[in-house]
């Protein structure tokens, strides 16, 4: 990622249906890329999910 304004969000939650609805309530502020999957980790508990987001649009 090379411009101003572009995050990269790694989230990590008990179920996916937690990370998910973290991914809805970014999505609402802010332009994200929209995963459909989360991702596990041996010998980790819960899920992991990670998400673009385009900081550059004012919230809402």
């Known amino acids: 990622m090379s411009e101003p304004g572009l ?3 790694g989230v990590a ?5 937690t990370a998910f ?3 809805e ?3 609402s502020l802010w332009a ?3 995963v459909e999957r989360t991702t596990r980790d041996v010998g980790r508990s819960g899920v992991r ?3 673009c ?3 550059r649009q004012a919230p809402g």
């Open 53 to 55: 987001l385009g900081m």
């Open 25 to 27: 309530a970014l999505a």
């Open 7 to 9: 995050v990269v969000v």
């Open 21 to 23: 609805a973290l991914q």
């Open 32 to 34: 994200a890329t929209v």
């Open 49 to 51: 999910l990670r998400c």
């Open 13 to 17: 939650a008990v179920d996916g249906q």
